[in-house]
C-alpha cells in the first residue's frame, strides 16, 4: 500500500506567507469581457484565416524592409513616412476596434448595485422634528421635480457644467486621468456625471483600469438609454456628501436641517463642494477645510453666474459663507429613543402593510404621536426613582423595572418609558404584559356593574346599581353564588383579602373604589357576570390574552396589561365611553409619497353615562386620596392606586386633560424568568407611593 508523502518541512509555512497574487488590470478586464468577446473573437479569427490566405502573397511582397535597404548608418533604422503613417494608421484602427468590440460588449445591468437602492428610515416626533434614523445609511431618494433648479446648477456647475450636451463621457476628461495614471498611479479625475452616477450605481469603487474602461462604455450606453434628467436624478440620490449620509435630501438635513427643497443657491454651493470629498470640505472638521470649503463656494457661485444660472444681482446677495450646522440632526438611536422606535416600527408594519423586506430596503419617514417633553419628563421621573432606588435599597434595586406609558384619549401614545437603556435591555417595560393589575383593574369591575346591573339571583332580572348602592366590604368574607359560597378546585372556599385586613362594613361602591376594597369588588364581579366584566375590560382596550381566568380572581386583579394597554383602558373612561386603539404612528411617507396608513377610529365601549360615572369615582378618589395635588391641578384630575395579594407590582394610573398615565413598579429577574418577585419596599409607602410619585413627578407640577 503507498503512503501519502510527508511534507516538507516548513513548506506549510512558506506556502501561508506567500501572498495570493493579484490579477492584473488586463487579465481582470478579460475575465470580466471573455464569455461576450468569445463569440466575436471565433468569427473575426475565420475571417483572418480567409483573408491570409487570399491576401498572404501580396502581403509578404509588400511588407517593409527593416532595417532599410540602401541607407547607411543610423538613417537605416529610421523608419520611413509611410511606416510611419502605416503604424499610427494600424493602432488607430486596432484601437477603434478594440473599443467598438468593448462597447457591444458592455451591457447595463437591469437592477442597480444593492447599496445604491439601500436608504434609510427615518423617525419624527410629533412635532414633526427627526427623532432617530435607523438603517446601514443615511439616504432618500428625491425625484428631480422636488430639487430646485439652483440647486441642480449648483451641483452641475461645480462637477460638469457641460452635463446636457456631453455624451456621458469627457474626451478631454479622461486624456487628463490617463495623463494623472501614467504619471502617479492616479487613476480618479476625468469623470462626468453620467461616469459618476455608474460608479455609484452600478459598479464598485476600486479605482482600476478596467473598471475606467467598463465605466466609460457603460456611460456612453447609459446616455443613449436614459434622459440627462434620469441620470442626474439617480446621481444626487447615489452621491457621497459626508456626515454619513447619500443624496442630496439627507445632506441637506444633515447639513442644514432642511428638505432640499428650501435650500436656496448658495447653500446648494456649498452642498456641491462636498462632492469633491467631504472630508476636505466639511468646515466643521478643522479650519484649512473651511478656508478649501469657503474658496470653492465661492467657485461654484461665480461658474454659475459665467454659465447664466445665477444673475450678477443675486450673486452679489451672496457675500457670506452659509456655516452648516455643528452636527447632524438625523442622530442614530439609543437609549429611550430605540424603544419608541421599535413600538413605531411594529405599528408602520401592520398598519401600513409594509413588508420586512420592503421596510428593511428603507425610504420610509415615520411621522409618531410621541410628545418629546412628555417622553423626557416621563424618562426623568422614572430615572429618579430607580437612582433613589439603588441608593436606598440597591440589592432589591438590581431587579427592578418601572413600565410607564401616556395615551390620549383619541388613542395617541404620547409617552412610554421602556427601560434604562434599549442597548441594554430590549425588555420593554412599558409593553409588558408579567405583572397582575390587582385593584388597578377596579374600575372595570365597577363599569361593568354600572353597565349590566347585577344579579342575585340566578333566574331573577338584572339590578341595576349606582356609586351608592350599599355591598358588604369586611376582610376575608367568602365569595357568594345564587347557589352558596364559591369553591376552588382544590375544595377551599374562596375569599378576598383587603389591603392591611381592614373591615369597612357597608360600603357605598364609589366609595369602595376611592379605598380599593377587594372584597366589594371580587362579589361585585361574581354578582355581574365574569363574563360581562370580561367583555368589559376588553372593550375598554385591555388585550384579550392579557385578561384573567374567568375565575373570582378575575374581579381582583389576575390580569395582566402592559402599561400602555392599562392607560388606554382609564383613557376610555375620560372619552366617555368610547375607545380608540392605542397607535404611535400617525403618517407613513416613503421618499415624500404618503402611504396609506390603517388609522384606528373610536368606538363604543360603554355608555357615556357609565364612563362618566367611573370617570367621576376616579375624580373624587383621586381628590381623596391627594388633595393638594387637586388643588394644584390644571384641569380634572382622576386616579386610583393599584396594590396585588402578594405585593409583587405596585400601580398608580390617572388620567389629566384627557390624557391617562400608568405607572407600574415591579421586580422580575430577566437572566432567569419573567416570574415576578415580592418588591421588598421598592414600591414605597401609601402616604409616599413609588407610581404616583413617578406619576406626578411626569405630570408636574401635580405632586
Known sequence: ??????????????????????????????????PRLAPVIAAVTAFLAAAVAVLGPRVRRMRPHYPRPGRAGWRRWVPSWRQTGGAVLTSFGLSTLFLAVAYAATDIPDNLNSFATQQDNVYFWADGTPMARTGWVQRQAMPLSDVPEGVRWAVLAAENESFYSDPGISAKGLSRAVFRTLGQGDTQGGSTITQQYVKNAYLSQEQTYSR?????????????????????????????????????????????????????????????????????????????????????????????????????????????????????????????????????????????????????????QIYTTFDKKRVDQLTGAVTKARDKAKKDNPKAAEHAHYGAASVAADGRILAVHGGPDHRKQGYNESNATTVRAGSAFQPFVYAAALEHGVRKSRDGAAEPVTGETLYGGDDGVPVTTPEGPYWDRSGRKVAAKNDGGRSYGQISLKRALGLSVNTTFMQLGMDTGLDKVRSTAEAAGLLPSSLGAQVPALSGGSSTPSAIRMAS??????????????????????????????????????????ARAVQSALTDAFATARPEAAAKAKGEVA?????????????????????????????????????????????????????????????????
Open 1 to 34: 500500500m503507498s503512503r501519502p508523502s510527508a511534507a516538507k518541512p516548513g513548506s506549510s509555512a512558506r506556502s501561508r506567507g506567500r501572498r495570493k497574487a493579484k490579477p492584473t488590470p488586463a487579465a481582470r478586464l478579460t475575465a470580466a469581457l471573455g
Open 212 to 364: 475606467k474602461l467598463i465605466e466609460a462604455m457603460m456611460a456612453l450606453k447609459l446616455d443613449n438609454k436614459m434622459s440627462k434628467d434620469e441620470i442626474l436624478e439617480g446621481y444626487l440620490n447615489t452621491s457621497w456628501f459626508g456626515r454619513g449620509t447619500y443624496g442630496i435630501q439627507r445632506a441637506a438635513q444633515a447639513y442644514y436641517g432642511k428638505d432640499v427643497g428650501e435650500l436656496n443657491a448658495s447653500e446648494a454651493a456649498f452642498l456641491a463642494s462636498l462632492l469633491k470629498g467631504a472630508g476636505l470640505y466639511d468646515p466643521t472638521l478643522s479650519t484649512a477645510n473651511h478656508a478649501r470649503a469657503e474658496e470653492r463656494w465661492r467657485w461654484t457661485l461665480d461658474r454659475m453666474v459665467k454659465i447664466g444660472k445665477l444673475s450678477p444681482e443675486e450673486r452679489a446677495r451672496y457675500r457670506t459663507f452659509p456655516e452648516p450646522l455643528d452636527v447632524n440632526p438625523l442622530y442614530n438611536t439609543g437609549e429611550q429613543s430605540d424603544y419608541l422606535v421599535e413600538l413605531a416600527t411594529q405599528y408602520a408594519k401592520k398598519t401600513a402593510h409594509i413588508s420586512d423586506q420592503d421596510f428593511d430596503r428603507g425610504g420610509y
Open 569 to 610: 383602558g382609564y383613557a376610555t373612561f375620560a372619552a366617555e365611553g368610547r375607545h380608540t386603539e392605542p397607535y404611535a404612528v400617525r403618517k407613513v411617507t416613503r421618499n415624500g409619497h404618503k402611504v396609506d396608513v390603517d388609522t384606528p377610529g373610536s368606538r363604543k365601549a360603554m355608555s357615556a353615562e357609565t
Open 639 to 703: 386616579g386610583k392606586k393599584g396594590t396585588t395579594e402578594d405585593k409583587t407590582a405596585a400601580w398608580f394610573v390617572g388620567t389629566e386633560q384627557k390624557v391617562s398615565t400608568a405607572v407600574v413598579a415591579y421586580r422580575i429577574d430577566l437572566s432567569k424568568s419573567l416570574e415576578p418577585l415580592p418588591l421588598e419596599g421598592l414600591d414605597g409607602t401609601a402616604a409616599d407611593s413609588v407610581p404616583y410619585g413617578i406619576w406626578s413627578d411626569a405630570l408636574s407640577p401635580l405632586g
